[in-house]
């Protein structure tokens, strides 16, 4: 093959791979045809050809640098992010609150923040989510490019009653991280516990401590025996029970306030009876317990 | 994953086209959709960007109809090619049930594809899924640009590249033309169902 036909060959390659978009191919190829022809003493009107490679080797330059750089993402229709919350709710069969969140999250990894904004915000309303629509939502702000958003919708927050003390720490805690790793400095409030919690304690003590209960079933498949239950948490007269999945079918039929006449309590020194309603019952939506079953008993008498 | 409706007697399950930037998986899906309209049960999306590159995903969802008196419905992605959309490459493989690798035959693109293999393989691994074992098949594109002069490596030299241990189905193709791509799709989706019958028992 001579050498005009071989630059000829490696032109028509360059061009094919601009055509698919294969840019730092075609830069190469046109980087060669460049070489050969300034090496080469038989070619004439040099100049008038290298200078033609090279606006074309600028114009790759330009499109590979708009590549580079990566597109800001777009703000799609609403039809498309319905698209994508609806296909990356992967949960969508077992848990609707679950499939939200995960939708939610898609919109944001897909930079659709506004809307991922609305989503994150239906979230708050659920218990077992709400720190972590919290955080998503600062997220959110911050990639909007709103930083005094994030951190005035967090002193809102610090100031109402949506988050305990605790989980205002790790959502303080996590928008301080996020400000620092952006060279932000901004120092949030702090919350600490509330100060009725110390009353609080003091009344507990008039309480004593009760490690199980016994629960008389009128319905279900325990009808009529008395199941126990170790008492996870005590706070005064309410008691916080855990029930594995595995029991679950025992508690189905126990509603929020259904009472109880003759429950029987267990402690360390007595074992005595009293009587207590169902102040709340749920379903572990998250966490190694998922699944399981949060039953809270207060006692009404003893 | 897929979803299996027992009281639909439904099965919906979903296969990706994966594979290097610029390879020709968005071209593959918009053959289908165009030749396959009889499948297509809805509009096919596309996002793209500067260049028409894959942004995020292409999706079109195809009915197969009732395979062993259960409907199977399959949504089918792509996911984006090039190397900085890797977040986005693992959130749109969650739940595959079946992948169709499309590899560039160009000549030029030797690394890409076996990059974009190993990038595969470890988001599939992040997922506990295998490699070996997930239904995969490879399709050699642009088998056409031959005939132009361009340098593209033989289907031998592409077997060894990326075929050597895996030793799947592999179809040359060129989905600007059609050709490979329908009989890419037929074989995924059989090794698809196999292992969904295998794994959901639905046709016993």
């Given at each position: 093959?001579g050498?005009k036909?071989?630059?000829k060959?490696?032109l ?5 791979y ?9 830069r ?7 070489d050969l ?13 290298l200078?033609?490679l ?17 597109p ?5 229709s ?24 995960e ?6 990894r ?20 709400r ?13 909007l490019d ?8 967090y ?14 720490e790790?959502?303080r ?10 060279g ?11 100060a ?20 008389p ?17 005590q ?12 029991d ?8 929020v ?9 267990y402690?360390?020194i ?33 | ?9 439904e ?11 610029r390879?020709g ?12 309209r009889?499948?297509i ?7 793209n ?10 999706f ?28 986005t490459?693992?959130l ?16 030029v ?10 990038d595969l393989?470890?988001n599939?691994?992040?997922?506990g ?20 002069g ?16 895996l ?31 295998k794994?959901l028992?639905?046709?016993?």
């Amino acid at each position: 093959m001579g050498d005009k036909e071989n630059i000829k060959r490696i032109l028509q390659e360059a061009e094919l791979y601009q055509g698919q978009g294969l840019l730092n191919e075609a830069r190469l190829k046109y980087d060669e045809a460049s070489d050969l022809v300034r090496n080469n003493p038989k070619i004439k009107n040099k100049g008038k050809i290298l200078a033609g490679l090279s606006k074309k080797i600028n114009l790759l330059e330009v499109d590979s640098q708009k590549v580079e750089r990566g597109p800001s993402s777009p703000e799609l229709s609403s039809k498309a992010q319905d698209l994508i919350q609806k296909l990356f709710s992967f949960s969508k069969e077992e848990s609707a609150e679950e499939a939200a969140l995960e939708g939610a999250l898609a919109l944001a990894r897909f930079g659709q923040f506004e809307r991922a904004l609305e989503e994150f915000d239906k979230l708050m309303a659920n218990d077992a989510h709400r720190v972590v629509a919290a955080k998503n939502i600062l997220r959110c702000h911050i990639a909007l490019d709103s930083e005094e958003t994030a951190a005035d919708k967090y002193e809102v927050w610090a100031k109402g009653d949506m988050f305990s003390a605790d989980q205002l720490e790790t959502i303080r805690i996590f928008l301080e991280q996020v400000f620092e790793n952006k060279g932000l400095k901004r120092k949030l409030t702090v919350v600490q516990a509330p100060a009725e919690a110390v009353v609080e304690e003091k009344q507990d003590e008039e309480f004593i401590d009760i490690s199980a209960i016994g629960i008389p079933l009128e319905s279900g498949p325990g009808k009529g025996k008395v199941v126990e239950f170790d008492v996870n948490f005590q706070s005064g007269n309410l008691l916080s029970l855990i029930i594995s999945q595995k029991d679950g079918k025992l508690i189905e039929n126990l509603e929020v306030d259904s009472s109880f006449e003759d429950l029987q309590f267990y402690s360390p020194i007595a074992i005595f009876n009293g009587s207590g309603v169902v102040a709340a019952k749920s379903e572990i939506k998250a966490g190694p317990k998922q699944g399981d079953y949060c039953l809270d008993i207060k006692i009404t008498s003893t | 994953m897929a979803i299996f409706n027992l009281k639909k007697r439904e099965i919906e399950c979903k296969v990706v086209y994966y594979g290097p930037g610029r390879g020709g998986k968005t071209t593959n899906l918009e053959y289908i959709f165009k030749t396959f309209r009889k499948q297509i049960t809805g509009e096919m999306v596309s996002i793209n960007t500067e260049g028409d590159r894959t942004l995020f995903f292409d999706f079109l969802p195809m009915g197969l109809g009732k395979i062993k008196g259960c409907e199977i419905k399959v949504q089918l992605y792509t996911v984006p090619g090039q190397v900085q959309y890797s977040s986005t490459r693992k959130l749109v493989l969650r739940g595959v049930d079946g992948i169709v690798f499309v590899a560039d035959s160009l000549a030029v693109r030797r690394d890409k594809n076996m990059l974009s293999l190993k990038d595969l393989q470890a988001n599939l691994k992040e997922y506990g899924l295998n490699i070996f074992k997930i239904p995969l098949v490879l399709q050699y594109n642009k088998r056409d640009l031959e005939e132009q002069g361009i340098p593209i490596m033989s289907v031998e030299q592409l077997d060894h590249d990326l075929n050597r241990q895996l030793k799947v189905p592999s179809f040359p193709g060129s989905a600007l033309k059609g050709d490979g791509i329908g009989v890419a799709l037929k074989e995924c989706m059989k090794l698809t169902l196999k292992s969904l019958q295998k794994e959901l028992k639905w046709a016993q």
